[in-house]
């Protein structure tokens, strides 16, 4: 029998169990504003998580260092989302992985700090479901939106056709938005605008005591016109560069003259050499009118260039992409992100459209009647890829580093690969001397101001070679390598294996090498920058001795270009195994090869991409 003071008690009981359990369920958090630092892709990322007691009410990125264009769509879309859904259990948002997982490690602080629960959110699993399938149709679809993809897309347009782009990740840019965006094109009117590194004229010398006979027939009047434009240059005042596209078109050439591991020579083709180095300037005109790109106007030499003969946009984002892309749809293109290219469609023997499907499943077919354009990047992405078809580096490391986007796996190969298309220099792999040690990403620079030592303190190389002979030297002296420079020329970027010191006796002592050597190395060097010349590796463009303060960066090469790709000829029609052209498909950018043979000069690759994307896009729309 239950009394009534117990009746009384067990009710107080119920009502403070309920209102514990009441309060608790609301009070999922502390409410208050919290913030937390993580590490993105490029350096720290602040992100700050309102809450009230039940909810998170709002997420902001705070501060970033990620590259514009290629996070836009995470820092825009995942703090959207985490509030809307109230989870953490949400796809990575594609081209931005890795400041998608920041983002979500960020916010993961923030609801630790409001004494949240981290798991419960994360299990809860957002996932979206596909539509039916969706069937569209233009003049021209292309696949892919970096610099080759747009480039069509523009030139399709200009050439009057109705173009659909398909690209796969968030955002477009591909590769071509994290690269230097370093363009090579012989530029008179800058080039007698910038000083003559000392050593230039006794590079020039060489070409003037070159025979003919070492160059294939159809290059040789090439060089003698080359001869006449030095000659009279160094007839002149020579305080100022000499360029020419003659002089871009012999070095493209010898740079890309390569023997594979089989034995077997590559070499460029006249054609798309001339090509690429007579129409680079004009192409870079050609944006200039149509989309309203601003280039820099001043010239670089990054490593392998060769020459200092590179131009770039003053906003890469803006104007190779934001501005390009605007002029797509301002002339009733359309582009579609999030969207994957499959595998293309064939009708009675001619590509005319490919089968996609977008990020929630969606299937999508698009039919291009006049052509497809493959625009998908190369596969530096994709180290399994490089080691099946590596014809030029022994003993590669299957754990090789890259400074490619982890998206750029080659998957347009495999298409044309699937409708008979040939492949050509696949075997040819540009690595990239100069890649953080620690992650492999592109460290940048160029060859002049710089003097490459090993780990005993040595210098080991031309640091103005070409990619190929700086990692091929780096990898015979114990492959981590260092960097050194004068403090005063460098931009140091953060969060790398980076090493300053006010003299060589600290510096040697944080590389770990004798500090003798490294003294009687730096003054020999510095020797050769004033007089210009390098008995010991034949360097030749000094533009600064190595001085105090220093740096020195850690290297290592890191796989950085795919030379090799599917099979053009000059207008960018793929062609087949037996030489003949597949209708509707056309090819451009680092997907297609042969154009750089066995070795790309470094800053080719960006004229490559806008100089065939435009041919591409041009034929495509006129079904050419
Ligand atoms: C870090 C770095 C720095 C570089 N710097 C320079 C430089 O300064 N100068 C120079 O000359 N070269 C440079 N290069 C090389 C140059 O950037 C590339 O060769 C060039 O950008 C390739 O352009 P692309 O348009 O062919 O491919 P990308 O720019 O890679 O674009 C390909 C696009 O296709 C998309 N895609 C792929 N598969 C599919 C699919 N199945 N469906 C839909 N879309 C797809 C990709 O997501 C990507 O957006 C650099 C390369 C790197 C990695």
């Not at 995470?74 to 990575?92: C, N, S, Y």
């Not at 510095?526 to 020195?552: C, H, L, R, W």
């Not at 950085?560 to 052209?581: E, S």
Request: hydrophobic residues 40%.
């Amino acid at each position: 029998m239950v009394t009534g003071a117990e009746r009384t008690v067990t009710v107080c009981l119920v009502f403070l169990l309920l209102l514990t359990l009441t309060v608790g369920a609301f009070a999922a958090y502390n409410p208050g504003t919290y913030v937390a630092e993580v590490r993105g892709h490029n350096g720290p990322i602040k992100v700050s998580t309102t809450f009230g007691s039940d909810a998170i009410t709002s997420v902001e990125v705070l501060e970033h260092k990620e590259t514009a264009g290629v996070a836009d769509p995470a820092i825009e879309r995942l703090p959207r989302q985490i509030v809307e859904h109230q989870a953490l259990g949400l796809d990575t948002v594609s081209g931005a992985t890795i400041t998608s997982y920041a983002i979500l490690a960020g916010v993961s602080s923030c609801v630790k700090q409001a004494g949240g629960d981290v798991d419960a959110l994360r299990a809860k699993v957002i996932k979206e479901t596909p539509g039916p399938r969706i069937t569209k149709t233009a003049d021209v679809v292309i696949v892919g939106a970096g610099g080759a993809g747009i480039a069509a897309a523009m030139s399709a347009v200009e050439n009057g056709a109705s173009v659909i782009v398909i690209e796969k990740n968030a955002s477009i840019g591909g590769n071509t938005l994290i690269s230097g965006c370093a363009w090579n094109a012989a530029n008179p009117a800058l080039s007698s605008q910038t000083p003559a590194a000392a050593g230039l004229n006794q590079k020039l010398q060489s070409f003037l005591e070159m025979e003919e006979t070492e160059l294939p027939p159809e290059f040789r009047p090439t060089l003698r016109i080359l001869k006449e434009q030095i000659e009279t240059y160094l007839a002149g005042d020579t305080s100022m560069m000499f360029d020419s596209v003659e002089l871009h078109m012999i070095q493209t050439y010898l740079a890309g003259k390569r023997q594979g591991l089989d034995g077997t020579t590559i070499e460029g083709s006249f054609d798309f050499i001339e090509i690429l180095c007579r129409k680079s300037l004009e192409t870079q005109e050609w944006l200039k009118k149509t989309a309203g790109t601003v280039f820099r106007d001043r010239l670089g030499e990054p490593i392998g260039s060769l020459w200092k003969r590179s131009n770039g946009p003053v906003n890469k984002w803006e104007d190779f992409f934001v501005k390009p892309a605007k002029y797509i749809t301002d002339n009733g293109g359309e582009i579609l992100c999030e969207v994957t290219g499959k595998e293309l469609i064939v009708e009675d023997g001619r590509v005319v459209g490919v089968e996609a499907v977008m990020a929630d499943g969606t299937p999508m077919e698009l039919f291009g009647t006049k052509g497809v354009v493959l625009a998908t990047g190369g596969f530096g992405g994709n180290t399994a890829m490089v080691l099946e078809y590596n014809n030029y580096w022994s003993d590669l490391d299957p754990n090789i580093l890259t400074t490619n986007r982890k998206e750029i796996v080659g998957e347009g190969i495999v298409m044309a690969l699937a409708v008979g298309a040939d492949l050509t220099g696949m075997g040819y792999t540009q690595l990239m001397p100069i890649g953080w040690a620690d992650t492999g990403l592109l460290a940048g620079g160029g060859g002049s101001n710089v003097m490459y030592i090993n780990q005993e303190g040595r210098r080991f190389v031309n640091e103005y070679a070409e990619r190929d002979v700086i990692s091929k030297a780096a990898f015979a002296n114990g492959t981590l390598f260092y960097e050194l420079k004068s403090l005063g020329t460098a931009t140091t970027p953060e969060s790398h294996v980076v090493f300053i010191a006010d003299t060589l006796d600290e510096m040697a002592a944080k590389l770990g090498c004798d500090p003798a050597v490294l003294k009687s190395e730096v003054e020999r060097y510095n020797s050769f920058v004033a007089q210009g010349y390098d008995p010991d590796f034949g360097k030749t463009s000094f533009t600064d001795p190595i001085e105090p303060p220093y740096m020195a960066r850690a290297m290592k090469p890191s796989i950085h270009h795919t030379m090799g790709g599917v099979k053009i000829d000059t207008d960018c029609h793929v062609l087949n195994k037996d030489g003949k052209i597949i209708p509707g498909l056309y090819a451009a950018g680092e997907v297609t090869g042969g154009i750089h043979a066995g070795n790309r000069v470094g800053g080719n690759a960006i004229a490559d991409i806008f100089v065939f994307g435009r041919i591409a896009g041009a034929n495509a729309a006129k079904g050419k």
